[in-house]
């Protein structure tokens, strides 16, 4: 069975400073990989997703990936912290029959100015 | 502009009465698919359509009934809502089959209380 964890329901960072949110996945085979975001009374947009080409991805809004098989992680970082990424990020695994994702439960980013 | 929607975007019921949560897509989209969000929980996958007649269980299906009769529209029936029914619901699309990784698109969500 496929599952995701993501450390820390909550993190809080300074305006322009480093953002890292961890994500860690178990998955019998080799793993398509999702980062999205919610906006507050939003839907769900997605960042970037990994589909087992370059190891590092590139998403929307300054956001990137890497995917660590030897780590079972796929972190998402940006350099430089916004006030508009204040959301809540998941990670998502998806198992390709059924095409289904499974979640992380989420890390809500708080930005200070 | 290629979209999900649903209706109602909140609803307050109460214990027994039977509701429908509509979901349309305007993309050609063959898979569609219901999940609900505790906090804490991220989202977890009720009911999925990889097409026109062709439904199935997700993680949490209790309690939930679904429909696909046409390609573009996928509902969410309770026909007996109860309080632990309480929750947020988003319904996504994607036009993947299984083995692709399609992104899958989704809906701006459904505030449902059961009192």
């Known amino acids: 069975a496929q599952s995701v964890t993501q450390l820390g329901s909550h993190v809080s960072v300074s305006e322009g400073a480093l953002v890292l949110l961890r994500c860690n996945y178990s998955s019998s085979v080799p793993p398509y990989l999702f980062w999205y975001v919610q906006y507050p009374n939003q839907g769900l947009q997605l960042l970037l997703k990994y589909t087992s080409a370059a190891t590092l991805v590139k998403g929307i809004n300054g956001f990137e990936a890497e995917f660590k098989k030897s780590e079972t992680s796929f972190h998402l970082t940006k350099p430089s912290a916004h006030m508009s990424d204040a959301a809540e990020y998941f990670c998502a695994v998806l198992k390709a029959a059924g095409n289904k994702l499974t979640f992380g439960g989420g890390t809500r980013v708080l930005v200070k100015p | 502009e290629a979209q999900v929607t649903q209706n109602p975007r909140y609803l307050i019921t109460v214990t027994g009465k039977k509701l429908t949560v509509t979901c349309s897509q305007n993309?050609?989209?063959?898979?569609m698919s219901w999940y609900r969000q505790d906090p804490g929980l991220g989202l977890r996958q009720i009911y999925y359509?990889?097409?026109?007649?062709?439904?199935d269980k997700g993680d949490v299906p209790e309690g939930y009934k679904v429909s696909r009769k046409e390609k573009r529209n996928f509902p969410l029936i309770l026909e007996s809502p109860s309080p632990n029914q309480t929750s947020l619901y988003f319904c996504?699309?994607?036009?993947?089959?299984?083995?692709?990784?399609?992104?899958?698109?989704f809906g701006p969500g459904t505030r449902l209380l059961v009192l």
């Open positions: 359509s990889m097409n026109v007649e062709v439904t």
């Open positions: 993309m050609n989209h063959e898979y």
């Open positions: 996504a699309s994607s036009s993947g089959g299984a083995g692709i990784a399609e992104t899958q698109y």
